[in-house]
């Protein structure tokens, strides 16, 4: 991004009820299964054989069937009324498994887009009409990894908004609102995104929406006008005032100690350069075969200021993205020929580190605590306050 212009689950009704039938016709068939019930049905049976009538030998075979009918039928109601109470309510697992799918937390949030964000697409040098907060999701998605704590995603799409309102507010580009390029902020759709993040896109994408819509529609002002909320990858272990980089103080923009970004794997970094190259690119002439003359200045947060090469000066801005270094942080040594350049960082340093964001949600800080911690005297606003005219257009 560059700067512009400025638990108990919850049972079905009458589980109870049937609960308890079901336990009931489960106390029966034990019933029927005691033993001293048992006992005395035998001697109530044994009593009938003992008084049989004459004619019960006649009898048997005419009531044989029947008999065996009758005993099978029993039997049968025993073994499966008690299973047809309890089928209908299902196992536990299955009970619970209804309730999961109804379960608002677990469905994904519909967020509303007051408006929508006019993308020039660099690819297809097409615009595309994104609503607003499907764009902040594609920006949170395409400037910080997902792997990410959730709550430093959160300041990353507090930020992300907060920078395309501002921007639209007071941009004068007519056939656009953006780029989707770090000209402003890198966005990318989602087939873009999924052949980033291949299988792990639906899991990834459902924690940056969540994200989203957690900070659904808010934006931060200082004195009732959003900020320009400079962010960044990596600090050299401070962030940097804004004057010192770019030409305007902003009072928001102040310099913090940001001791995380020390885990970041773009810490450090290292170029060479040929003196014929460095030459070429700053278009000066260094002597050949001697040391070159290098002076350093730094800033309060340990950037280079000026840098001063065989008489020329430049400022560190201009070295940086002349031979497009990680961070204006960087140290100088000469070997032969070549400028081995050092550098601490990523990014210009100003406004909230990205590592920075997820050291700080790492240690139980939520996006308040971190986007009041990178950027000062903000508030917490919304769209609809801050720019009713974009809502309205």
């Not at 970094?269 to 278009?283: H, K, P, W």
């Amino acid at each position: 991004m560059k700067k512009h212009k400025y638990s108990s689950k919850t049972m079905p009704q009458g589980w109870k009820k049937k609960k308890s039938t079901s336990l009931k016709q489960i106390k029966m068939k034990q019933k029927k299964e005691d033993p001293s019930m048992q006992k005395s049905n035998f001697k109530k049976f044994a009593l009938l054989k003992h008084k049989k009538p004459k004619y019960f030998k006649k009898t048997t075979s005419k009531w044989k069937l029947p008999a065996a009918i009758t005993l099978s039928t029993l039997l049968m109601l025993i073994l499966v009324i008690p299973t047809l109470i309890v089928i209908p309510f299902g196992t536990d697992n299955q009970t619970e498994a209804n309730i999961v799918e109804n379960d608002p937390e677990q469905q994904e949030e519909v967020v509303e887009s007051p408006f929508s964000v006019a993308v020039m697409r660099d690819i297809s040098q097409t615009v595309e009409d994104v609503p607003l907060e499907d764009y902040i999701a594609g920006v949170v998605a395409s400037e910080m990894p997902l792997e990410f704590e959730i709550e430093a995603l959160k300041a990353q799409a507090l930020a992300a908004r907060t920078y395309v309102v501002d921007h639209i507010l007071y941009s004068d580009t007519d056939d656009f609102d953006v780029t989707d390029t770090v000209q402003h902020q890198v966005y990318k759709d989602e087939t873009e995104l999924k052949e980033i993040y291949g299988d792990e896109y639906n899991e990834l994408m459902k924690k940056a929406k969540e994200a989203v819509a957690a900070t659904e529609g808010e934006i931060l002002t200082h004195s009732d006008a959003p900020i320009t909320p400079a962010y960044f990858s990596t600090s050299n272990g401070f962030t940097e005032n804004s004057e010192e980089y770019w030409e305007d103080e902003l009072p928001y923009l102040r310099s913090v100690e940001s001791p995380w970004d020390e885990e970041s794997p773009k810490f450090l970094d290292q170029e060479i350069f040929s003196i014929d190259e460095i030459e070429n690119e700053l278009q000066i002439d260094l002597p050949n075969n001697d040391a070159v003359a290098i002076e350093i200045t730094r800033t309060e947060s340990e950037r280079v200021s000026d840098m001063g090469i065989d008489g020329n000066h430049f400022s560190g801005r201009e070295i940086r993205e002349q031979f497009e270094l990680q961070s204006s942080d960087f140290t100088v040594e000469q070997k032969d020929d070549h400028l081995i350049f050092t550098t601490k960082g990523y990014g210009h340093g100003i406004g909230m580190s990205q590592y920075g964001a997820n050291g700080m949600a790492e240690e139980g800080e939520d996006y308040l605590d971190i986007v009041n911690y990178y950027y000062k005297d903000v508030e917490i606003s919304t769209v609809d306050d801050t720019a009713p005219t974009l809502v309205a257009s």
